[in-house]
């Protein structure tokens, strides 16, 4: 058998080369985009990972390791648009000591990276950067200086900046892409950051990234860059679900607004319970596998008509009861089967039909970004506008329609 071709990022107008791409939550958006000249290419480390986007038929690298590739390796040449999730784990928890002290690395090495004008002289900065975060004892700090490297490389090496850059990560790394913003201004291009909240956008679930956009733009650095705006009610604790408009019940995962930018009525959140009515027709409540506040017996509880808390790796730990009787009044009841991959991954707005694989399927799912969100950011990001409403039912209805050109290892 002849092993097919690595893998390139064909032309396009808005060719993204995927850094850190997990299984596919910003590429499954990339291909709902396809006619407006958008096309992706992953770089992604994980084997199981690397098999789920393979069955996806999405572009990835023969490279697995983002530090091994750079702007001008031929398979992301073409790339017009970078965009990156690093690793989170060195940030993730507000208020650890070390967390704070990876933040404050990054943002003095990022200095580092900064405003040199030929290639040589950004090479001799990031040699002394990488041989300061080799020696690191969490070496995931230093994945989040990549996407600056990439971003230095493409305009001093391979002569050609980026025109877009788009990151994500938790909003615990906020300061660090607020600090990038910076840097970014003083490289040509006009940027911003923000916290964005997934519900805002009728992802099912309550999570929150810290995004941050890029548009290479000299003499206008310091234009307004537009953010998405929130077409769904955001959930707060306690708060009541809005009711749809005009008697529709048109509250569903992939339900689309009106046309128009201006004065477009907020729609309800999305809940679980709309998100997995195929598969739980009856009220339910979730239990999270973590306690809260510090006390491990607090476990937090969420009923079906709200949208998940944040979906993580473990997922699959949360317990599921049926909820009895009135509205108000329900009481728990039996103990229901916990979720399925493909439930967690609606959870996540991934399609019904999206071909997990191999193993640590949950990890998996926890760890990518909601291709709905997506949809959201890189539409206002490449086109400065929402997203098309016929995009949410293509992403809906997607499966599988080619198998990627990436030979699976396994077979």
């Not at 002394?128 to 305009?155: C, H, N, Y």
Request: charged share 30%; glycine share 8%.
């Amino acid at each position: 058998m002849t092993r097919p071709a690595h893998p390139s990022l064909p032309p396009a107008k808005f060719g993204i080369v995927d850094l850190f791409a997990g299984p596919g939550g910003l590429d499954i958006a990339a291909t709902i985009m396809a006619g407006e000249g958008v096309a992706s290419i992953g770089v992604e480390w994980d084997d199981a990972t690397r098999r789920t986007r393979d069955a996806a038929g999405l572009l990835t690298t023969e490279v697995k390791d983002v530090a091994a590739l750079g702007p001008c390796d031929p398979s992301v040449v073409e790339a017009t648009v970078l965009t990156g999730g690093p690793p989170c784990q060195s940030f993730s928890v507000a208020g650890n000591r070390k967390g704070h002290e990876a933040l404050d690395d990054v943002e003095r090495l990022a200095t580092r990276l900064a405003d040199h004008e030929d290639i040589d002289s950004f090479d001799k900065a990031w040699e002394e950067v990488k041989a300061e975060t080799d020696l690191m004892s969490d070496e995931r700090t230093g994945f989040v200086l990549q996407p600056l490297r990439w971003i230095m490389e493409a305009k001093l090496r391979r002569g050609r900046p980026y025109d877009v850059v788009v990151l994500e990560q938790v909003p615990t790394v906020l300061p660090v892409w607020k600090h990038y913003v910076k840097i970014l201004k003083r490289t040509g291009y006009a940027a911003d950051a923000h916290v964005l909240h997934s519900e805002d956008f009728g992802v099912p679930q309550a999570r929150r990234r810290a995004v941050l956009i890029a548009q290479y733009d000299p003499g206008n650095e310091r234009r307004e860059v537009r953010f998405p705006k929130a077409t769904h009610q955001r959930y707060v604790k306690g708060a009541e679900r809005l009711t749809t408009t005009g008697g529709q019940e048109d509250d569903s995962l992939f339900s689309t607004l009106p046309d128009g930018e201006e004065d477009e009525p907020i729609k309800p959140w999305v809940s679980m319970g709309d998100a997995l009515e195929a598969t739980r027709p009856d009220d339910f409540v979730m239990v999270s596998n973590y306690g809260s506040g510090g006390d491990p017996k607090n476990r937090g509880r969420r009923t079906s008509d709200e949208p998940a808390p944040t979906i993580t790796g473990k997922v699959r730990r949360n317990r599921l009861y049926l909820l009895k009787g009135e509205a108000g009044a329900k009481e728990v009841g039996e103990e229901l089967e916990r979720l399925s991959f493909e439930e967690a991954g609606l959870l996540q707005s991934f399609p019904a039909a999206y071909p997990w694989r191999s193993t640590d399927v949950a990890q998996q799912i926890g760890n990518a970004i909601p291709p709905r969100l997506s949809l959201h950011i890189l539409s206002m990001a490449l086109l400065r506008e929402k997203p098309r409403k016929e995009w949410y039912g293509e992403l809906k209805g997607w499966k599988p329609q080619t198998p990627s050109p990436v030979e699976d290892e396994d077979a």
